[in-house]
Structures are given as C-alpha cells and as structure tokens.
C-alpha cells in the first residue's frame, strides 16, 4: 500500500497543519517522512512538505513560523492595486535559510510541490529526484520551487526562476494537493486506486462571510473588503478561492478512495485571513485539540 502526506496552502494557517504534525512527531519520537512513502505541499503546505522531506522537526518549523509570520506579513501597500500587498523580503530570507543549497536532485524522497507557471499559463509541479524529471528541472532549488508555491497573487509578487519564468501560488488550481498525489501515483508509480491511502491535512475551515447588503455593485470592495480602522485589504476572495479549490478535491478523492482517504481539517467557526498572524496562537492550540480528537485515526491510519 503507498502511503501518501498531502498538505495545503493557507498562508499563516499553516501553523494549524504543523501543530497537527507536531503532536504526532513528538508522541511517536518518529520521523514522519518514513511513514509516507509521497509527501506533497501547496503554498504554506510545500513549507512543511519540504521541510518534512528534509528531516526538519516539526517543533523547528513551528518555531519558524511565529519568529517570521510578522515579518513576512507586513504590509508595504494598503490596497495592492499598484504594487503587491507584501514584499516578498523576508518570505525569501525565511525559506532560503530554512532549505539552504538544496535543489530538487538532491532529494530521493518523492516530494510534490504545485505551482502555476504564469509564464504559460499551465500548472506546475515541481517533483524530486525520483526518476521523473529532467536535469533542467532538477536543478532548481528547492526553495525556489517552495517560494514559487508561496506567491499569492496580489499579496506576493511572482518568483522569477532564470530570469525567464515566472511562477506563482499553486493554490490556484491546486490548493489541497491530494489530486496531484493520486495522479502521480496512477501515472508514474503505476499503482491502482486500491494500493493508495492518503492523509490529507488543511489549514482549517473558515466561515467566510459574504452577507447581501443594499449595493448590488459588487466591485472589488466586496470581494477585497478594506477596513479604515485597520488600514488592511482583507482577502476574502483569494481564501473562497482556495477554500473550494480544498473541498472539492477533498470530496472527490472521499469518492474515489473511500476509507483509504483521511481528511484532517477543523471549522474554525470564523474569519481568519491567510495573513492574519495575531491568531498564530490560537491556530496553534487548535492544531493540537484536532490533533487529541484525531489521534485513533490518524495512528490507525499510518499503522501505529
């Protein structure tokens, strides 16, 4: 049976999947890429899958997370219509540092990271050292293909890779990458839906409120409501996007895997934008209380 780890995006709720993860690293002593014999992460989820593949604690990258969420979540525009909401300084400091001189050759352990090459307007996944790629691609730094995963449109600027490509968040087509993964196994390792199990973790559910009011407009102000009291854009529409890019793949492959499909995720029973770090905290404790409600299946589920 091919055991595989699926990871999304969600920008700073990222910390809700390491949390999960955390739990589970420390309670077992294990390394959690031995139990996965495929890993993939989308945006904030390639952070984890990379580092997971590296042999990161999860403890390390929890850390990482609270050192660097401000920093890299500080505004430079309030609106983001003539430059991108957040420059991408400390985002690249933050995974430069954390995967060094890495590139995607160096690493044997099936790792999937999808983005989207705007460059052709297609999807991309950047894959390791797994007899599937090219040299050209193996030689790309896994925090290249990482910061490309990480470059949500409008609020990051694109990732040029070669001066020549440019490459953005693969939450626009694939934000919970379980689909990725069950094609790549159909495709490259050549297994059927009954050999496959995977273990899918979100960045939790949010209730995104989109009220009807009296204006029937319905321009960008709706969509990307800005607050004056704050002075922030709020991303309403990027996170439905990504939040039903999530729950469709998680439904489908719920269809197509039946029990061989754990879906590990949480409401959150509010707002909570993918750049809003003053909930770092809480979005920590939550990963750890699904963690304790999950705990059986998740054990059962990786054979421990």
């Known amino acids: 049976m091919m055991k595989m780890l699926c990871i999304d995006g969600g920008g700073i709720r990222g910390i809700f999947a390491v949390s999960i993860l955390q739990e589970l690293e420390n309670e077992l002593n294990i390394q959690i890429k031995d139990h996965f014999d495929v890993i993939a992460g989308t945006s904030t989820g390639s952070i984890i899958a990379a580092s997971i593949v590296l042999n990161k604690k999860m403890d390390v990258v929890h850390d990482s997370y609270t050192e660097y ?32 001189e890495y590139t995607l050759g160096d690493i044997t352990h099936p790792l999937l990271i999808p983005t989207v090459d705007v460059s052709k307007g297609k999807p991309y996944v950047y894959r390791s050292n797994y007899d599937v790629s090219s040299k050209e691609e193996l030689d790309v ?12 449109p409008v609020y990051f600027p694109p990732n040029i890779l070669g ?3 440019l490459s953005i968040d693969g939450g626009l087509w694939a934000n919970n990458p379980s689909l990725v993964c069950l094609t790549e196994g159909i495709h490259h390792f050549k297994k059927d839906i009954s050999e496959m199990k995977i273990l899918s973790i979100g960045t939790g559910e949010q209730k995104i409120d989109f009220s009807i009011t009296e204006n029937n407009n319905w321009g ?23 939040h039903l890019s999530s729950e469709s793949v998680s439904y489908h492959c719920k269809l197509l895997l039946k029990e061989h ?15 809003e770090v003053g909930s770092m905290e809480v979005l920590s404790q939550l990963g750890k209380q699904t963690y304790r409600e999950e705990r059986e299946k998740i054990l059962s589920f990786i054979g421990e």
């Open 261 to 275: 499909y754990l879906r590990i995720n949480k409401n959150l029973g509010e707002e909570i934008p993918f750049d």
């Open 163 to 165: 001066g020549k490509k």
């Open 141 to 152: 730094k896994l925090w290249d293909a990482v910061l490309s995963s990480c470059s949500a």
């Open 220 to 242: 960008v102000k709706e969509w990307l409501p800005f607050n004056f009291k704050t002075m922030k854009v709020t991303p309403k529409l990027i996170d439905l996007a990504l």
């Open 69 to 100: 969420g401000e920093k890299i979540f500080f505004r430079q525009a309030k609106v983001g219509i003539m430059k991108s909401v957040y420059s991408d300084r400390y985002l690249r400091h933050f995974i430069r540092k954390a995967f060094g």
